[in-house]
Each structure stands twice: as C-alpha cells, then as structure tokens.
C-alpha cells in the first residue's frame, strides 16, 4: 500500500487512462518529449520505452520492452539498491525516489556509463501501476562543467604568471586609471624608481607632485589615444634627503581600453637612465678633452726643434714633425705616407752601407727595446746631404703592456758632430807634435840625472824638476793620443799572451823607482797568463797606480794585489788605497771621459780627468771587466780582471 502522502503524490501525477487509443495518444506524446521516458512496473520490467530513451540507451524499443530495467540501464554497481527499493514498494508501499530529481550514473548497450537526471513519478493504468522515468543526459552538462573548471585554472595559471613577470620584470610597469590618474598598479620595479613613495592608489600627479607640471599634459595625450615614446627625458625629483635631483627616465605610455571599448587607463613602462645618461656625458666630455689634448700635443710636437716620428705597430708612419720632415727632406704633407722602409732607405752606416730595416731605431723599440742614444747617418731625400743624427726610442704600450707603436725623436747634430771631430782631429795633431819634442826633452833630462856629480845642489832640484815636469808632459801627451785613437776609432790594441802578475809587479817597481811618498805594498801576486795588450795594459795599470798614489793621504798605504779565483778561471788585479774615496753620488759618472769627481775639493790633484776612461776603454775592449769600491773619506779599491788563458796559442 501507499502511504498518505505518497498517495497524493501518485493521485497529483495520475492522468486519467482509459482505452488503447488513449495508450497510443500517450506514447506520440511521449516520442515527442526532450526526455527519454521509460515505465516500468511493480516487478521492475520496463513498459514504456521512447524514443530519446532508444537514443540515449541504445536499445530499440521492441528489444526494451520487457526487459528488467536492473538490467537495462542500472549499472551493475548499483543494481543492488535499485532491486532493493523495488522490493520495498512491494512490501511496504515506501517509494522515497518519488517526485526527486537525483543525479545518477545510468548504462547503455553498450556498457557504457552515462552521467543522467533522474525524475520517478508513479502513475495508475489500466494496467497496473506504472513508475515512470524521466531521464536527461548529463554527459554534455558534465563536459561543460569540466570545460568550465579548466578554463578557469588556465585563467588562473595564468594570472599567477603574469603576477610574476609583472613582479619581476626589469623594467617599472604601472597602470593609471583615468579617473583623477590614479595608480592602480605598480610593479616592485615601478615603485623602486621613486623609492619610499606610497602610490598604490593614490593620484600619480600627488605621487610625484614635483613633476606634475611634466606628467600632467602626457597624461592627457595618453588618454586622449596617444601611444607616447620617450626617451632620456629629464626629471628633477625630490631625492630622499629632500634635494633636488635630475633624473632620466625612458619610457612608454599606451592608453588602455580594458574593457574594449573606451580609453580608461594608462599603462606605464619605465626605466631609469641616468647612469647612462651620465656616462655618456662623462664619454663626451673625455673625448672632447682628449682632442684638446691631443691638439695641444700636436702643436708642441710640430713645434718642437728636435724630430719625431711615431710609427703603429705594423710599421706605418703615422706621425711626422715639421722638423722630422726637415730632417729626412720631404713635404710635411707627404712625410705620413711613407713606411719604415722608406725611412731605412735614408740612413746610412759609418761606412757609407744602407741600413736594414730592422736596425732602425723605431723597429728595435717595436720589439720592446729602449734605444737610448744613437748616431746615425741620414741622408737627405731632395740633395743628398748627409746630417749626423742622435736619436731616442721607445715602444709606445697600451695598459697591459703590449706594444700599440713606437716613438723616435732624433736630433740633428751636425754642427756639433763637425766641431767635435775638428777638435779631436786637433787634439790629436797637437798631441802628435807634442811627441817628438817631449821625448827629445825626456831623454835629455834622463841622460842629465844620471850625470849629477859635482853639479851644485840648487842646480841639482832645478834639473829634477825639470825631470817631473818632462815627465808629466808626457804622460798627458800619451793621455791625450790614447784619448783620440779611441775617439777616432783609431785605437788598436793587439793580443799577446803575458803573464799578468809579471807585468804589474814591473810596472809597480818602475814608478816606485823614485820616492813617492807613499808606501806601495805588493801583497800577493798570483801566476797568471792572459791575453792582452802589453801597451795598453800598462797604461792601466800606470793609470790606477797613479791614481791611488795622488789620492792617498801623505805617507799612507797602497796595496796591490793579482788574485787568481779558486777554479783558475779569471785573474783579478786589485789596486787598493786608503786614502780620499769618492763620493757615493759621483761614483757613477767615474768612468766617463773628462770626469773628475774631486774638482772644488781638498783633493782636487792636477789631472785630466782621462786614465779611468782611456782604461775602462782598454780593458773592455780586450774582453776584460773593470770595477771599483770606494768610501769617500775611507778609500777606494779598483779592479782589473781579465780571464786566464787557456794552453794554446793567443
Ligand atoms: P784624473 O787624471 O783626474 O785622476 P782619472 O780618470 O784617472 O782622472 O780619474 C777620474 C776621477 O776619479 C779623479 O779626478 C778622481 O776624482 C777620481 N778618482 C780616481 N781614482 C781615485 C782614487 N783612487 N781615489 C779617489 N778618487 C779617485
């Protein structure tokens, strides 16, 4: 039996029934109705089957028709339940499913499971009572509804993307709506710009009130539909402290039509450039000083009296003086267009030979070599005239050292060179003239000295110091023709084997033959056999001898000594006085011709300031080395060394 109330529920869905024709009228309408319509009975045997029903199950009518509906369309999982509640109504009446619409999973033919709304009203027939199912296909709902889901997830994936770019991007991104221009957006980037400043809603032109007078008419021409492109343009802006400062920002305004009709935003892209901007102004201002410069060096150079040349590293002349031109005889304007080649085609050697490209002084300082001094022959391009040259050069070097080009300034020393040589040739003349007279006079007051028997006393010192002073004579006349053969290049020193200590010790006792004054010790004297030149090595050794005498204080020391070294490899002579030394700060120059580093002192003895120079030439030109210590006030020891002779003939 039915209870109360679904009793009335089955009396509201009862439509009166009667004939077969009435069935019929029912099944047109139920062919027409958008649902499928199934019947089924008591027992759970469908007997009404539409055509919807056909459609969304797959069975015919005719094959329906009969059939239980557990096992038409309920899915076995919930066939169970579903033979339950029929069993229920039996029993009891109870139909709780009545008048409920419930969403269900139903089967085809197939097997295939399909998403459905269900409605069970109960009807009264002729025939029984009949359940009556109206049943609507989900499945496209459920598309739709998934559809829906993943759309919105994309949409949200990607928000969350466009979140991050906004977030991350480099460059500041803002949106300012049109009403009253408020920032509606700024990304961190943005807001970095004008650090500590709120702007998330607020009034751009509140924001940044200090350039609102700038922003403003952009704003409006944004709006008005204007996509705006700027770049570098200055702002002066508040600075954190207060100050004033001027700023450069790039940017790009476009008008925004977010719901895609009217204008009514603006998006803002940004960048500050004032680190650029500055820099380059810094470039500008580098360049346009560097030309200044580089102007100011041009007029020295082309001013300048001496030569220069400057070549790149592949040898092209790329600078050339007035007098650089002057000098090699071509036009200013033709001299940079010529090449090392060019240049080597000019010089000559000592001898008249055309010199190498290589030799040229601005090709060995490209190779990284300092040439200092340098004499040379160039010969003029237009006459031919030779003009004596001395010249310096360097590599010219980038910051990590390597070689960009090299520079040469020469100096054109002619004049002087013509002089110098006059002199020499002069010296060398008088010195030659003097010769002969003074050995004349020599050998006279020698032959004089020994015949001094009963000549009187006064007469005796008159004739030794004419002795001294003939003597003297003749060692500068030696001096001075040592100092012009080496000059001339005209000294000629020969190679004979001699034994070192031999020669020392015949010179030391030669010129202590006659009292000195000074006590000249010989200490040592090794056995050493060398090759040089006996004339030569005796001039220096006179020459430190003497030295060491003179500037010994009356009655000191001198001590000599010929050293050989432990492996038997070199001699060394050691003349060593304890007497005046030489000043630390003129020890350098002792070598040099004409020097003389006791002038305006107590110890300045008559000299020519030559012996050191004339025996330094010696000694190195015949492979030897010579050096010296001294302390002023202490004394000084100087040295001579020359190797051993190995057995066999010099
Ligand atoms: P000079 O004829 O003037 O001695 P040198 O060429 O022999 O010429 O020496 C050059 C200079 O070196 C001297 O003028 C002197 O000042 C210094 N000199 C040379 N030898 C000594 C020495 N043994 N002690 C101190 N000074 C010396």
């Given at each position: 039996?039915?209870?109360?109330?679904?009793?009335?529920?089955?009396?509201?869905?009862?439509?009166?029934?009667?004939?077969?024709?009435?069935?019929?009228?029912?099944?047109?309408?139920?062919?027409?109705?958008?649902?499928?319509?199934?019947?089924?009975?008591?027992?759970?045997?469908?007997?009404?089957?539409?055509?919807?029903?056909?459609?969304?199950?797959?069975?015919?009518?005719?094959?329906?028709?009969?059939?239980?509906?557990?096992?038409?369309?309920?899915?076995?999982?919930?066939?169970?339940?579903?033979?339950?509640?029929?069993?229920?109504?039996?029993?009891?009446?109870?139909?709780?499913?009545?008048?409920?619409?419930?969403?269900?999973?139903?089967?085809?033919?197939?097997?295939?499971?399909?998403?459905?709304?269900?409605?069970?009203?109960?009807?009264?027939?002729?025939?029984?009572?009949?359940?009556?199912?109206?049943?609507?296909?989900?499945?496209?709902?459920?598309?739709?509804?998934?559809?829906q889901?993943n759309t919105v997830a994309q949409i949200d994936a990607q928000r969350r993307l466009f979140a991050t770019i906004l977030s991350n991007a480099p460059a500041g991104i803002a949106l300012i709506s049109r009403k009253d221009f408020t920032i509606e957006f700024a990304n961190p980037a943005f807001h970095a710009l004008t650090p500590g400043r709120t702007l998330q809603g607020r009034p751009a032109l509140d924001a940044w009130s200090e350039i609102a007078q700038q922003l403003a008419p952009l704003y409006q021409r944004a709006i008005s539909g204007e996509t705006i492109h700027l770049v570098d343009e200055q702002f002066r802006m508040l600075g954190p402290?207060?100050t004033l400062e001027d700023h450069w920002f790039t940017f790009t305004m476009v008008p925004v039509r977010r719901d895609g009709s009217a204008i009514d935003a603006i998006l803002v892209l940004a960048v500050e450039t004032t680190d650029q901007v500055r820099s380059r102004g810094?470039v500008a201002?580098?360049?346009?000083?560097?030309?200044?410069?580089?102007?100011?060096?041009?007029?020295?150079?082309?001013?300048?009296?001496?030569?220069?040349?400057?070549?790149?590293?592949?040898?092209?002349?790329?600078?050339?003086?007035?007098?650089?031109?002057?000098?090699?005889?071509?036009?200013?304007?033709?001299?940079?267009?010529?090449?090392?080649?060019?240049?080597?085609?000019?010089?000559?050697?000592?001898?008249?030979?055309?010199?190498?490209?290589?030799?040229?002084?601005?090709?060995?300082?490209?190779?990284?070599?300092?040439?200092?001094?340098?004499?040379?022959?160039?010969?003029?391009?237009?006459?031919?005239?030779?003009?004596?040259?001395?010249?310096?050069?360097?590599?010219?070097?980038?910051?990590?050292?390597?070689?960009?080009?090299?520079?040469?300034?020469?100096?054109?020393?002619?004049?002087?060179?013509?002089?110098?040589?006059?002199?020499?040739?002069?010296?060398?003349?008088?010195?030659?003239?003097?010769?002969?007279?003074?050995?004349?006079?020599?050998?006279?007051?020698?032959?004089?000295?020994?015949?001094?028997?009963?000549?009187?006393?006064?007469?005796?010192?008159?004739?030794?110091?004419?002795?001294?002073?003939?003597?003297?004579?003749?060692?500068?006349?030696?001096?001075?023709?040592?100092?012009?053969?080496?000059?001339?290049?005209?000294?000629?020193?020969?190679?004979?084997?001699?034994?070192?200590?031999?020669?020392?010790?015949?010179?030391?006792?030669?010129?202590?033959?006659?009292?000195?004054?000074?006590?000249?010790?010989?200490?040592?004297?090794?056995?050493?056999?060398?090759?040089?030149?006996?004339?030569?090595?005796?001039?220096?050794?006179?020459?430190?001898?003497?030295?060491?005498?003179?500037?010994?204080?009356?009655?000191?020391?001198?001590?000599?000594?010929?050293?050989?070294?432990?492996?038997?490899?070199?001699?060394?002579?050691?003349?060593?006085?304890?007497?005046?030394?030489?000043?630390?700060?003129?020890?350098?120059?002792?070598?040099?011709?004409?020097?003389?580093?006791?002038?305006?002192?107590?110890?300045?003895?008559?000299?020519?300031?030559?012996?050191?120079?004339?025996?330094?030439?010696?000694?190195?030109?015949?492979?030897?080395?010579?050096?010296?210590?001294?302390?002023?006030?202490?004394?000084?020891?100087?040295?001579?060394?020359?190797?051993?002779?190995?057995?066999?003939?010099?």
């Amino acid at each position: 039996m039915l209870r109360s109330e679904e009793q009335s529920e089955l009396n509201s869905e009862t439509v009166p029934v009667g004939s077969a024709r009435t069935t019929e009228s029912l099944r047109v309408v139920l062919d027409a109705a958008l649902d499928a319509v199934i019947a089924m009975d008591e027992s759970g045997i469908i007997r009404e089957w539409n055509l919807q029903a056909e459609a969304l199950f797959g069975w015919s009518r005719e094959e329906a028709l009969g059939r239980a509906v557990a096992d038409t369309v309920v899915p076995p999982h919930a066939r169970d339940a579903h033979l339950q509640g029929l069993r229920r109504f039996r029993e009891t009446g109870d139909a709780p499913i009545l008048g409920k619409r419930l969403t269900l999973d139903a089967r085809d033919k197939s097997g295939r499971e399909i998403p459905i709304e269900l409605r069970v009203t109960a009807l009264r027939m002729p025939e029984g009572l009949r359940f009556i199912a109206f049943i609507s296909d989900l499945t496209l709902m459920r598309g739709l509804e998934r559809e829906q889901r993943n759309t919105v997830a994309q949409i949200d994936a990607q928000r969350r993307l466009f979140a991050t770019i906004l977030s991350n991007a480099p460059a500041g991104i803002a949106l300012i709506s049109r009403k009253d221009f408020t920032i509606e957006f700024a990304n961190p980037a943005f807001h970095a710009l004008t650090p500590g400043r709120t702007l998330q809603g607020r009034p751009a032109l509140d924001a940044w009130s200090e350039i609102a007078q700038q922003l403003a008419p952009l704003y409006q021409r944004a709006i008005s539909g204007e996509t705006i492109h700027l770049v570098d343009e200055q702002f002066r802006m508040l600075g954190p402290d207060g100050t004033l400062e001027d700023h450069w920002f790039t940017f790009t305004m476009v008008p925004v039509r977010r719901d895609g009709s009217a204008i009514d935003a603006i998006l803002v892209l940004a960048v500050e450039t004032t680190d650029q901007v500055r820099s380059r102004g810094q470039v500008a201002q580098l360049a346009s000083f560097a030309r200044q410069r580089a102007a100011e060096l041009r007029g020295i150079i082309d001013h300048m009296a001496d030569a220069v040349f400057v070549c790149d590293q592949n040898g092209r002349l790329t600078l050339v003086n007035a007098a650089g031109a002057a000098l090699i005889g071509v036009e200013p304007a033709r001299a940079r267009d010529l090449t090392l080649t060019d240049l080597a085609a000019r010089e000559v050697t000592d001898h008249g030979a055309e010199r190498q490209v290589h030799e040229l002084a601005l090709s060995r300082a490209l190779r990284g070599e300092s040439v200092v001094v340098r004499d040379v022959i160039v010969r003029r391009a237009h006459d031919g005239a030779e003009r004596w040259v001395r010249s310096s050069a360097a590599a010219i070097r980038d910051d990590s050292g390597a070689v960009l080009g090299a520079v040469e300034v020469a100096r054109d020393v002619t004049d002087a060179e013509r002089l110098e040589r006059l002199k020499r040739e002069f010296v060398r003349a008088a010195a030659h003239e003097l010769n002969t007279p003074v050995t004349v006079v020599t050998g006279y007051a020698q032959v004089l000295a020994r015949q001094l028997q009963g000549v009187p006393a006064s007469s005796r010192e008159m004739l030794e110091a004419l002795h001294r002073g003939v003597e003297r004579m003749e060692t500068i006349v030696r001096a001075l023709t040592y100092v012009t053969r080496i000059e001339l290049g005209e000294l000629a020193l020969s190679r004979e084997r001699l034994r070192f200590d031999e020669l020392v010790d015949r010179v030391v006792a030669r010129m202590t033959r006659r009292p000195v004054g000074i006590t000249v010790r010989v200490a040592r004297l090794d056995p050493a056999t060398i090759d040089a030149d006996r004339d030569g090595l005796e001039q220096t050794v006179r020459n430190l001898l003497s030295n060491a005498i003179r500037y010994s204080r009356p009655g000191g020391v001198v001590e000599v000594t010929v050293v050989v070294d432990a492996d038997g490899r070199e001699a060394v002579l050691s003349v060593r006085d304890w007497g005046a030394g030489i000043p630390s700060e003129r020890q350098a120059r002792i070598f040099e011709r004409f020097y003389r580093a006791h002038v305006d002192t107590g110890f300045d003895f008559e000299g020519l300031g030559v012996g050191l120079y004339i025996s330094h030439e010696i000694v190195s030109r015949l492979g030897g080395r010579m050096w010296f210590e001294s302390v002023e006030g202490e004394g000084s020891t100087f040295h001579v060394s020359f190797p051993v002779a190995t057995s066999g003939v010099a």
